[in-house]
T-cell receptor
Framework: NAGVTQTPKFQVLKTGQSMTLQCAQD?????MSWYRQDPGMGLRLIHY???????DQGEVPNGYNVSRSTTEDFPLRLLSAAPSQTSVYFC???????????FGQGTRLTVV | AQSVTQLDSHVSVSEGTPVLLRCNYS??????LFWYVQHPNKGLQLLLK??????LVKGINGFEAEFKKSETSFHLTKPSAHMSDAAEYFC?????????????FGTGTKLQVIP
């Protein structure tokens, strides 16, 4: 049982480069979300989705795009990486309306 | 509004002594409460969860937490600290309303265990 799988685990980007962080879940969860973790700030919501074709912004969406073409996948795109996007990114999924979240193992991104 | 306050950013204990990590929350809805642990450069691991059943929740690795509605607290405890407990701990509140989920993380407590 894979749960929530994030790839890559580590990534270094140059300023201005673009990339996609992948997130896949095999639990048939409708709700998926992306968070960034910064020291002393806990996790902050970037974008979320309540089902295929439906996405919305969270607390810190600037500089990130998402799409949800299937129930399983919820990729996060950095359009033009900036050093301020250096962070650890977590993807999560849950049953719609549920009160438990399942987290991936995180992607550690460094923008130089 | 929903919020989580972890009252200590750093806690230091000696190996073999009790651990207490404090968490207070506020929520307009009946919350589910969680504690996660994160070891250095690792992902989030679920320690325990409260989802409106027993107020004393037992988790993995000897940790437990008690949900106290009157005090809006969900403190994490362990009778005897082990060196492997050194990590960062996050208290999390999750509520669901109208099909949408709101997840709020505390800012974390770093636990240091002194040999």
């Amino acid at each position: 049982n894979a749960g929530v799988t994030q790839t890559p685990k580590f990534q270094v980007l140059k300023t201005g480069q673009s990339m996609t962080l992948q997130c896949a879940q095999d639990m048939n969860h409708e709700y998926m979300s992306w968070y960034r973790q910064d020291p002393g700030m806990g996790l902050r919501l970037i974008h979320y989705s309540v089902g295929a074709g439906i996405t919305d912004q969270g607390e810190v969406p600037n500089g990130y795009n998402v799409s949800r073409s299937t129930t399983e996948d919820f990729p996060l795109r950095l359009l033009s990486a900036a050093p301020s996007q250096t962070s650890v990114y977590f993807c999560a999924s849950s049953v719609l309306g549920g009160t438990e979240a399942f987290f991936g193992q995180g992607t550690r991104l460094t923008v130089v | 509004a929903q919020s989580v306050t972890q009252l200590d950013s750093h806690v230091s204990v000696s190996e073999g002594t009790p651990v207490l990590l404090r968490c207070n929350y506020s929520s307009s809805y009946s919350p589910s409460l969680f504690w996660y642990v994160q070891h250095p450069n690792k992902g989030l691991q679920l320690l325990l969860k409260y989802t409106s059943a027993a107020t004393l929740v037992k988790g993995i690795n000897g940790f437990e937490a008690e949900f106290k509605k009157s005090e809006t607290s969900f403190h994490l405890t362990k009778p005897s600290a082990h060196m492997s407990d050194a990590a960062e701990y996050f208290c999390v509140v999750i509520t669901a309303s109208g099909g949408y989920q709101k997840v709020t993380f505390g800012t974390g407590t770093k636990l240091q265990v002194i040999p």
